[in-house]
């Protein structure tokens, strides 16, 4: 059985940061790809950062040059480094781990931008 669990969402102010960290149980995480998705109010959950076993990237134009995905294999736990904070940011962000045909979703961790 899978697990994804996501941690580190909070109240930040526009400019500043935010680390959101994924773990997941189970073996072979260090072949699949792993993503982070976001949903703001009233939009449909949107591709933020996906990251590959061998660790290359993929950004939404976005958060191009503001957000950064990592990966640590020996720990199963995936990352998403988030500077330069805007209000547009602002969503309930989900991290997702692929493997094989199955996506496995987290319960998503509020992110809000505000001052």
């Known amino acids: 059985q899978v697990q994804v669990v996501e941690s580190g969402g909070g109240l930040v102010q526009p400019g500043g940061s935010l680390t959101l960290s994924c773990g997941v149980s189970g073996s072979g995480f260090s072949i699949w790809p792993m993503g982070w998705y976001r949903q703001a109010p009233g939009k449909q959950r949107e591709l933020v950062a996906r990251?590959?076993?061998?660790?290359?990237?993929n950004y939404a134009d976005s958060v191009k040059g503001r957000f950064t995905i990592s990966r640590d294999n020996a720990k199963n736990m995936a990352y998403l480094q988030m500077n330069s904070l805007k209000p547009e940011d602002t969503a309930v962000y989900y991290c997702?781990?692929?493997?094989?045909?199955?996506?496995?979703w987290g319960q998503g961790t509020q992110v809000t931008v505000s001052s």
């Open positions: 997702r781990f692929d493997k094989r045909a199955t996506f496995y």
């Open positions: 990251i590959a076993g061998g660790g290359s990237a």
